[in-house]
């Protein structure tokens, strides 16, 4: 079983205009309809957030002004800025794809060449796919059916989110099946990476296989003695999780993390409920308690639970200053600022105060 890293979304990008100030990490937007707290902004090819290909998320949303995670690299209005919703939407991915993936991927498995290529003509075989299990939950297409990607005995499991279905793309082969039942050991691990990927004793894997020659041995080292699917030849007893489980309630969100409690039935049960059940991610609400000029200290006083950047603009909108300040207090001082009336924001807070 491979994973494929750009596959990581099953829904098409936001793509509003994007207007960012070198230095600030809040930028508005003209529109900000589908896009919340934790979904990433992604210029693509473009170091505009940060730096290019880096994962960029929403930290807040005030009318049409987005905090993003990193501060931006230069003043403009763009509609290369998309937004996708966060990998932990469990409608889009589930598994996870890793939070790290590219967004923007295609398709999960294919002969990228045309049967029709001047070069190589002479092969009639460019792929020769058996005995794989290919997994994904991304909402696309799976395979393309072309004369020279050569396939046998694979198993496809289509899982979609609730979006877009998920489709294998391709009429069935020589020994191909496809699956929705459980077929893994133990898939409770957010990352597949970190699953069981034994198949469980009744699978259609372990009495399906095609011979491949040149292979002897499983991903174990364990001789094989009758073709199979997947990663392992069948050894022992490979049981299905017979657990129920009862959840408790979310604790306190603890900066990015949560956590709640179970049980297990009936007694002397075997398994562990999903990962994604008992743990998750979360984001702290931003909190400003103090946001005010003073004209004695000729310095604006912040108090929030995150750092962030104060904008202050000219009484015509055009912004003059931008501050950086760190969480939990900080006195900012605007006496570099010439007399005249100026507007301070904040993450949706803002004033009016004269120099």
Known sequence: MCRNPLSTWNQSPYIPSTTT???????????VTGIRIGTV????????????????TVTAISGNQLTL???????????????YLPVSDTTWSTPLNSAYANYGGSRAFIQYASDNTTWGSYIDTMIDSRNN???????IQGVYDRTRFKRNSNIYIPLGGARFATVVGSPMKTGEITMATKLFKDTTATYPEDWDLRPV?????????APTPGFDKDFNGIPITTPFIGL??????VSIDTCRFTYGQWSACNGSFQTRPYTASPTGCVGTPPLDSIQRTCVTPVVVRYFYYSPQRRSIRIDCNYSGVINVSSVLGNITRTYV????????SVADLPAGVYFASTYGRSFTFMR
């Open 133 to 139: 299990i290919m997994y994904w939950t991304t909402g």
């Open 69 to 83: 995670s990193v501060n931006c690299t230069r003043s403009t209005t763009t509609t290369n800025v998309a937004y």
């Open 201 to 209: 004793d009744t699978s259609y894997a372990y009495r399906a296989g």
């Open 41 to 56: 902004a992604f210029a693509n090819n473009d170091d505009l957030l940060g730096t290019a290909y880096q994962t960029v």
């Open 21 to 31: 100030t070198a230095g600030s990490n809040v930028v508005t937007v003209s529109n």
């Open 325 to 332: 300040y760190r969480a939990n207090g900080q006195w900012i």
């Open 232 to 237: 392992y030849a069948k050894v022992g007893t």
